[in-house]
């Protein structure tokens, strides 16, 4: 029992002895790796690294930017600074990165060009005179459309006659007669209508021999008729029609008893006493000769007057209409997850033109649509083209919209100086072009609508029409 009491005692002695060795040399050790420690402790997103990457289209191939600044200042789209080469085959992913922040601009929009509309020249007045005495007074110079029409004679009523044998028929009078043309006339002239009474007939016998008969003692009348319409320009007489004859009964020629039979008749048709003068584009409607111009229409005279819409040439204004300017392409900012070492396809937006619209920008399904094209157009004079609008998003982007074109009576305006500027930068809309022209164009009344807005016809310039400038094209940018 003693010796084995003595060597336990041995062993644990050792031990402790031991153990006070150990634990210095790991105290030395600690101290003397103190700064080590802290390193391989640090976290693997303390270690990650910062950078952009811009990625465009230049010349119409794709070029890229790329920098260890995320701060970095995009450069102009003429810089050096730019390589080309396909975005998404030159873009290394950040090794430490997991997550990437995406900023796309569509294609800014172009501006409109300048244009020009005609419109009513003044709202004029029409004129009906249909009393005597009524007047129209001309206040603008022009040609005017006169429609005038004779008076017609009156209708012969029937009452009953010797035992209630009476005529089967009431006489109409005569169809009128009536024309119309146009005139021209000047501020200040005066048109005027005169109108003469209703003419009783001549009776000068009651023998049917004389083919008409008379009435008496109240059986039967004879209607008045029409008379004369006048139409005076300032103090001369232009046009003179003679009413239409009433109608009237008559023997009938092969009844001896003439006393106890009669026909009825219509009046004689009206006539022209005065031909119209001074007219152009005239179409008479003569009854006598024309069947078409045979209609009953009851009618005491009357001049209608219309400023012409198709023999002026001025009677339509000439407004010019700066363009508008483009808009700048939309901003569309994304988070993006790295998961497989590589980003989507990239597809930059290209800007407007005259002949295309600005298109989107995509980051793989993320878009940022192009703006459109002519719609900046606010507070804008007619004949100056509207400025194009810049692109926002991104603090460092350069984005300048395209400035609008001056116009006619304005400083600085002149034929050389109509065509919107293009957008600079990226996704800016380009100006609106504009109008100059040295003196009003007339519209031309013999060519279409669509051809009198040439500003060219038959080698006469009638006004320069300025295009709108080109919108730019868009960005992507990649932070991390």
Known sequence: ???????????????????????????????????????KMKSKAAQQQHGLFACTVIAG?????????MN????????????????KENFDVPKYANMLMVTMIG???????GSVIWDKEKD???GHLIVDGDSYSVEYDGWYHIKMYGQRGEQTHRTPWRNGDCF????QGGYTYRFEGDIKLKRGDKLTLELTEKLDNIMTSFACTDGR????????????????????LNSSV??????????YIRCNPLNNECVNRYDAYQGEPGKAIVPPTGFSNLVVLDPATNPSAQVLELNDGRVDISYSETMNESNREFTANGGCGGEAGATNATLYPIIRAEIPSITIGLGGTQTTAATATMFGTFPAPGGRNGTACADVAATSGADGEAATGYKDLPSTGGAGAKGKGESGASASKVNGEAGKGFGAGGGGGSIFYNSTPSYINYLTAEENKQPVIGGNRRWYQGNGGNGTNGIVVITW
């Open 1 to 39: 029992m003693a010796k084995n009491s003595s060597l336990r005692k041995k062993y644990d002695a050792f031990s402790l002895a031991e153990m006070i060795l150990i634990l210095l040399f790991v105290a030395i050790l600690a101290l003397g790796s103190g700064v080590l420690l802290p390193r």
């Open 61 to 69: 191939q794709q070029h890229y930017f790329e920098s260890n600044d």
């Open 72 to 87: 970095a200042e995009i450069p102009e789209p003429d810089s050096s600074k730019w390589k080309s080469g396909n975005c």
């Open 107 to 113: 294609g800014g929009g172009a501006g409109k060009n």
């Open 124 to 126: 004029i007045p029409d």
């Open 168 to 171: 089967t028929e009431s006489p």
């Open 213 to 232: 008969f008379i009435p008496g003692d109240g059986e039967y009348y004879i209607g008045k008729d029409g008379g004369n319409t006048i139409l005076k």
């Open 238 to 247: 232009i046009a003179n029609i003679q009413g239409s004859g009433a109608g």
